[in-house]
């Protein structure tokens, strides 16, 4: 397998995850204007309200992570890079980008024991809103697998399929 095939494989689930990010901050917008209007005008108390958001602040988070990376939108301390010979860098963003994919795969590793765990005891988030707790590792489970995926491409050949 080359970076190419597998760009082809997770490019459409890193659009997802993108619009899904897009999505929920559009709806955490809409819905902390509408309460503090709501509020301001004493139509109404919506003590869940901000436990949405928290909730919509992670999920997009979350999701949002891997499409940025893959546009290479994250924060990039490049000070070294540019003070050192061309195959330095190279060496440099294939250390870097192992170690992000060693991380990643620890992190989604732990994200899906836990769900797992949570899954099989039946534990629930029991606050205003309540649902099971495993809904809440599946953000996390979808960013560091799709991060991993991300940085694995970086580190296979390129090359197209023939």
Known sequence: ????????????????????????????????????????????????????????????????????LSRNGHVNVDVLLRMVR???????????NAIGLAVSAVMAWLALTALLDAQST???????IIFPEWYMMVPILSCFTLCGLEFLTRLLPRGTDA
């Open 122 to 128: 039946g534990a629930l988030i029991f606050k205003n």
């Open 86 to 96: 061309r195959s330095t860098v190279t060496v440099l963003t294939h250390v870097s």
């Open 1 to 68: 397998m080359n970076a190419h095939s597998l760009r082809q494989v997770i490019d459409p689930a890193l659009r997802i995850s993108g619009f899904v990010s897009a999505t929920t901050v559009a709806a955490l917008a809409i819905l902390v204007v509408t309460d503090i209007v709501i509020r301001n005008l004493e139509l109404a108390s919506w003590p869940w309200l901000n436990e949405l958001t928290e909730y919509l602040l992670t999920i997009s988070t979350f999701f949002g992570a891997p499409w940025i």
